[in-house]
Antibody
Framework: EVQLVDSGGGLVQPGGSLRLSCAASGFTFSNYDMHWVRQVSGKGLEWVSAIGSGGDPYYPDSVKGRFTISRENAKNSLYLQMNSLRAGDTAVYYC???????????????WGRGTLVSVSS | DIQMTQSPSSLSASVGDRVTITCRASQGISNFLAWFQQKPGKAPKSLIYAASTLQGGVPSKFSGSGSGTHFTLTIRSLQPEDFATYYCQQYDSFPPTFGQGTKVEIK
């Protein structure tokens, strides 16, 4: 079955760190750009990071310098290391498979079920 | 960043109805638009890309149209499993951005 299973969320204090994981199955993981997208409760979706099939990372300004995306193709796994967490980072984090478009960015054709990150003292 | 605005934010409809959701981009995005469906506690599901191309396995009751700044998602003959929140997303430029969502509820 083609699927993404994200995990690693939890409660962390402001300034703390957390590492999310995403296990991919049913497709050739190494061929795809992979992403993290988050959703604040009751709000919309925000793209958080991407890593190309070749390993190049991409971030929005809101997380640049605090979050690090990585992948381990041999394990069909995607990771997100989150440091210096803030209350505003509280959200459900989704792993997503991206389809790159020449001249554009990506759309997302496969999503995980999400893992909840809560940043609170 | 390109801003995506959906309307309405929510709507009530009956089983069998036809509903249309609108998504507007703050600048032209050609046809680089995708639509997703999300149900509570579930992974978002990709419905449409390139404004009007259905993802594999998505029933033809879903259709998308538009280009430039104005796009629509239409659902024919609404069924109980279609009650969900729908999001648009532009991928014309970096970073990819999403609409705020339209919640389709049962009347």
């Amino acid at each position: 079955e083609v699927q993404l299973v994200d995990s690693g969320g939890g409660l962390v204090q402001p300034g703390g760190s957390l590492r999310l994981s995403c296990a991919a199955s049913g497709f050739t993981f190494s061929n795809y750009d992979m992403h993290w997208v988050r959703q604040v409760s009751g709000k919309g979706l925000e793209w958080v990071s991407a890593i190309g099939s070749g390993g190049d990372p991409y971030y929005p300004d809101s997380v640049k310098g605090r979050f690090t995306i990585s992948r381990e193709n041999a394990k069909n796994s995607l990771y997100l290391q989150m440091n210096s967490l803030r209350a505003g980072d509280t959200a459900v984090y989704y792993c997503a498979r991206g389809v790159a478009v020449l001249g554009g960015s990506w759309y997302f054709d496969l999503w995980g079920r999400g893992t909840l990150v809560s940043v609170s003292s | 960043d390109i801003q995506m605005t959906q309307s309405p934010s929510s709507l009530s409809a009956s089983v069998g109805d036809r509903v249309t959701i609108t998504c507007r981009a703050s600048q032209g995005i050609s046809n680089f638009l995708a639509w997703f469906q999300q149900k509570p506690g579930k992974a978002p599901k990709s419905l449409i890309y390139a404004a009007s191309t259905l993802q594999g396995g998505v029933p033809s009751k879903f259709s998308g149209s538009g280009s430039g700044t104005h796009f629509t998602l239409t659902i024919r003959s609404l069924q109980p499993e279609d009650f969900a929140t729908y999001y648009c997303q532009q991928y014309d430029s970096f970073p990819p951005t999403f609409g705020q969502g339209t919640k389709v509820e049962i009347k």
